[in-house]
Structures are given as structure tokens and as C-alpha cells.
């Protein structure tokens, strides 16, 4: 099992860039896959980027390609989401999520409990 918290949310105006940041508890934060899923009122949880245990590979919802990067340190059981030119869509919570699966885009099994990021026009 492993317990998920975010960090990093603000308020910043379109265009600009945020960070945010994932820590992972105990000493099997590499065997997971971790992924960013984001959420807004009355809209279901949407997936953003995911990376696997080794951080090799990543993949991303179209509607971030080019603009986010998701890394993580499996030393510092950590997991980021550097968000660059951001826009008034992506204001949401965003969640960080993990599981023992191979890459995939939905049905993650451990959840932070989010963080808030919100783009001004």
C-alpha cells in the first residue's frame, strides 16, 4: 500500500508555469506506476500523463502533449507534473494516483487527495 500527497497548486494566469509535486509513503513507491488525473465540478476524473516504475516511459492525454512533463525520483519517492503554457481549461484539481499495473489510463488503485490549480484568463 502506499499513501499519496500532493503539493504545488496555485493560482497562476494563462501562459505561465506550475510544478506539482507528488510524495509517496514507504520504500515500494518503484513499483508502482504513477500517474496525474485531474477533476472539475460535475465532470468526471480525467487522465493527464502517466510514467512507469522506472520512469522510462510516459504517456499523455492529448490535450497536455507538448505542454506538461511528468518525471519522478524513485530516490526521493517522489512523482512531478511541470506544467508549462498553461490555459483557463486546465484549471481543476489535480490528483496523483499509483498502481501496480503496467501504464495504463484509468482504474488506479491508491489516490491523493489533491491539490488545486486554477488559470486565470
Known amino acids: 500500500q502506499v499513501q499519496l500527497v500532493e503539493s504545488g497548486g496555485g493560482l497562476v494566469q494563462a501562459g505561465d508555469s506550475l510544478r506539482l509535486s507528488c510524495t509517496g509513503s514507504g520504500r515500494t513507491f518503484s513499483f508502482y506506476t504513477m500517474a496525474w488525473f485531474r477533476q472539475t465540478p460535475g465532470k468526471e476524473r480525467e487522465f493527464v500523463a502517466a510514467?512507469?516504475?522506472?520512469?522510462?516511459?510516459?504517456y499523455y492525454a492529448d490535450s497536455v502533449k507538448g505542454r506538461f512533463t511528468i518525471s519522478r525520483d524513485n530516490a526521493k519517492n517522489t512523482v512531478s507534473l511541470q506544467m508549462n503554457s498553461l490555459e483557463p481549461e486546465d484549471t481543476a484539481v489535480y490528483y496523483c494516483a499509483a498502481d501496480r499495473s503496467w501504464l495504463k489510463v484509468s482504474d488506479y488503485d491508491y489516490w491523493g487527495q489533491g491539490t488545486q490549480v486554477t488559470v486565470s484568463s
Open positions: 510514467i512507469t516504475r522506472n520512469g522510462v516511459n510516459t
